[in-house]
């Protein structure tokens, strides 16, 4: 079993649906990131959370310590959303990540 | 700032050549890091430096080595190319909010360097 496993895997939706992405993990974290990486390849950091809730623009991501398990939110979806998500996590007292495998999105005009 | 990063983009290797990817930030970060994305999988960590002249093994080391002399630079090499190295590399890096094992801040990526080991 996967440390950080993400689901959906592939997720296709139609354009100012509300989208959830979510993210369950099994290990000890000091943090959680959310990253984007975009059909060309490139990939941007989107939030780090250590607890609660962040918001940026339209997005939003949520993390529950206790039950192990963080949320990304995507209010109003646009085309240009569409991406491949990333949830990855920080060990506790460890420099490295634990990546998951990613959500493929597709916003349908 | 450029932020991070690599050179080349693109490169073809034939098999047992050898070459050096490069990265550079200019953010002055303590922490840097080397991963690799294979088709349609998730990203790995091959190496991993948490400041000037300290490296440590990722996940993935084998075939690979790496080197910090400044806080800027972080190099992967490939010694004996192999097809199993045929990959996306990103270097990324971050620096911490605080020192000794505290919360670090978001990694910045580089663009990224596409491999193809032939």
């Known amino acids: 079993k996967n440390e950080v496993e993400q689901s959906p895997q592939n997720l296709t939706a139609q354009e100012g649906e509300f989208i959830t992405i979510n993210c369950s993990y099994s290990?000890?974290?000091?943090?959680l990131h959310w990253l984007q990486q975009h059909p060309g390849g490139g990939i941007v950091s989107l939030f780090m959370l250590s607890s609660g809730k962040k918001k940026h623009g339209r997005l939003i991501a949520t993390i529950n310590i206790q039950e192990k398990h963080s949320s990304l939110h995507i209010t109003a979806s646009h085309p240009r959303d569409s991406a491949v998500y990333i949830c990855a996590v920080e060990v506790d007292s460890n420099y490295q990540l634990i990546w998951g495998a990613g959500t493929k999105l597709i916003i349908k005009p | 700032n450029a932020g991070v990063t690599q050179t080349p983009k693109f490169r073809i290797l034939k098999i047992g050549q050898s070459m050096t990817l490069q990265c550079t930030q200019d953010m002055n970060h303590n922490y840097m890091y080397w991963y690799r994305q294979d088709p349609g999988m998730g990203l790995k960590l091959i190496y991993y430096s948490v400041g000037a002249g300290i490296t440590d093994k990722g996940e993935v080391p084998n075939g690979y080595n790496v080197s910090r002399s400044t806080t800027e630079d972080f190099p992967l090499r490939l010694e004996l190319a192999a097809p199993s190295q045929t990959s996306v590399y990103f270097c990324a890096s971050s620096h911490t909010l605080w020192g000794g094992g505290g919360l670090k801040e978001t990694q910045y990526f580089g663009p990224g360097t596409r491999l193809l080991v032939l």
């Open positions: 290990v000890g974290i000091s943090a």
